[in-house]
T-cell receptor, first 116, second 112 residues
Framework: KAGVTQTPRYLIKTRGQQVTLSCSPISGHRSVSWYQQTPGQGLQFLFEYFSETQRNKGNFPGRFSGRQFSNSRSEMNVSTLELGDSALYLC???????????????FGPGTRLTVL | GQNIDQPTEMTATEGAIVQINCTYQTSGFNGLFWYQQHAGEAPTFLSYNVLDGLEEKGRFSSFLSRSKGYSYLLLKELQMKDSASYLCAVRERADSSYKLIFGSGTRLLVRP
């Protein structure tokens, strides 16, 4: 079974631009979560999507947004890029999210975004 | 709010045993995960605890005490390839969903 894939793997942008990152979950996984990883802050939760709906959101400004498609693929968008947005953006998929179940998240290789 | 603490760095010798501690304060606790992350790579799942006690998986074991807000990851018979960052993550329930809150990670260096 193929793992989580993310495209592109590397991206260089300049301040003020916007960027869209893509994540394809493991086949059959319906939940996709996004994280930002920086050396200073570690892994920070951005948001989670399940069945095309955002179910949870971290403490990031509105410039960070996302969506999920009917095939569970997800995109995240960052508008008006700032230097501090330079980071590794990881997505993780899990089989299902429910009150009584806890499913392991499996991570993709990440997209390394550099903002100049 | 959430607070997860783990040591920043640890060093150990090949063949030895090392214990990486993690303490947490969170509401809606619904499980604790350990992930391994090699430099430049994605985190990979190591273990999951939701009940108190020890979970053993080969050379790796993880322990949880919910009353103390404490977990540890035990790595036995250390190998050079175990040099990596080890991330403690608490799954927190929020209404009808969850979110995974990560600690800053412990960078483990295994020396010959």
């Amino acid at each position: 079974k193929a793992g989580v894939t993310q495209t592109p793997r590397y991206l260089i942008k300049t301040r003020g631009q916007q960027v869209t990152l893509s994540c394809s979950p493991i086949s059959g996984h319906r939940s996709v979560s996004w994280y930002q990883q920086t050396p200073g802050q570690g892994l920070q939760f951005l948001f989670e999507y399940f069945s095309e709906t955002q179910r949870n959101k971290g403490n990031f400004p509105g410039r960070f947004s996302g969506r999920q498609f009917s095939n569970s693929r997800s995109e995240m968008n960052v508008s008006t890029l700032e230097l501090g947005d330079s980071a590794l953006y990881l997505c993780a998929s899990s089989l299902v999210v429910g009150i009584q179940r806890t499913d392991t998240q499996y991570f993709g290789p990440g997209t390394r975004l550099t903002v100049l | 709010g959430q607070n997860i603490d783990q040591p920043t760095e640890m060093t150990a010798t090949e063949g030895a045993i090392v214990q990486i501690n993690c303490t947490y304060q969170t509401s809606g606790f619904n499980g604790l995960f350990w992930y391994q992350q090699h430099a430049g790579e994605a985190p990979t799942f190591l273990s999951y605890n939701v009940l108190d006690g020890l979970e053993e998986k080969g050379r790796f074991s993880s322990f949880l005490s919910r009353s103390k807000g404490y977990s540890y990851l035990l790595l036995k018979e250390l190998q050079m390839k175990d040099s990596a960052s080890y991330l403690c993550a608490v799954r927190e329930r929020a209404d009808s969903s969850y979110k995974l809150i990560f600690g800053s990670g412990t960078r483990l260096l295994v020396r010959p």
